[in-house]
């Protein structure tokens, strides 16, 4: 279970991120809304799943899902670099991400 809810907060981080960019600065007031709401509600997540998961695997998990789904958001959806190089670094967090979930013992 605290592997699902870590899943569910990494996936709110990357929203919270891309109404990070919608609010322009918080100056427009829905997304700046979501954002705050998407923010509290993955790090509330994060916390329920660090009751039983090892606080240094959970973080870099969390961190890991939300930088790469961003990056990926970024690509798909405002037209970032989609570069060869940037696209494996991408990949090579994804793999850490991964790995992580692999060899924890929780």
Aim: hydrophobic share 60%.
């Amino acid at each position: 279970m605290a592997w699902t809810l870590l899943g569910i907060a990494g996936v709110l981080e990357i929203a919270f991120a891309y109404g990070l960019k919608l609010s322009e600065g918080f100056t427009r007031l829905t997304p700046g809304l979501f954002a705050a709401a998407t923010g509290l509600s993955s790090l509330f997540l994060l916390s329920m799943s660090l009751r039983t998961l090892p606080v240094g695997t959970a973080y870099a998990v969390w961190t890991g899902i939300g930088a790469a789904g961003t990056a990926v958001v970024g690509i798909l959806v405002l037209g970032d670099s989609a570069a060869p190089l940037r696209v494996l670094c991408i990949v090579l967090i994804l793999a850490g991400v991964i790995g992580l979930k692999l060899v924890s013992a929780t």
